[in-house]
């Protein structure tokens, strides 16, 4: 609950600070997201995270050409997100370059 965030991490996100605690979030260098099967860690990194269960549901395409696609459509979208953001928090000369 980021209203508590005044109070501290431990009351805004209890959770959080479990798993941290806990050793779950080592495998991400003490942070989310990490994926989590039979109370072991097995994978973090976002994109890795996103291209595993992107396999296991089939979208991942049918050969590994298909999915080296996948793979490059993605990062596209994540270039575009990133200039995005760059732009909208950019001012004048900034915004130009974005």
Same mark, same amino acid.
């Given at each position: 609950?980021?209203?508590? *965030?005044? @109070?501290?991490?431990?009351?805004?996100? $209890?959770?959080?600070? +479990?798993?941290?605690?806990? =050793?779950?979030? @080592?495998?991400?260098? =003490?942070? &989310? $997201?990490?994926?989590?099967?039979? &109370?072991?860690?097995?994978?973090?990194?976002?994109?890795?995270?996103?291209?595993?269960?992107?396999?296991?549901?089939?979208? *991942?395409?049918? @050969?590994?050409?298909?999915?080296?696609?996948?793979?490059?459509?993605?990062?596209?979208?994540? @270039?575009?997100?990133?200039?995005?953001?760059?732009?909208? =928090?950019?001012g004048g000369a900034e915004r130009e370059r +974005?």
């Amino acid at each position: 609950d980021v209203s508590k *965030m005044e @109070d501290g991490l431990a009351v805004a996100a $209890p959770e959080y600070c +479990a798993a941290v605690d806990s =050793g779950e979030l @080592d495998a991400n260098l =003490g942070r &989310g $997201p990490v994926v989590v099967v039979g &109370g072991e860690t097995v994978l973090a990194q976002s994109k890795a995270i996103e291209r595993f269960f992107a396999r296991m549901l089939g979208l *991942m395409g049918e @050969d590994e050409l298909s999915a080296a696609a996948v793979d490059a459509f993605t990062e596209h979208v994540r @270039d575009l997100k990133e200039k995005y953001q760059r732009a909208r =928090g950019a001012g004048g000369a900034e915004r130009e370059r +974005a």
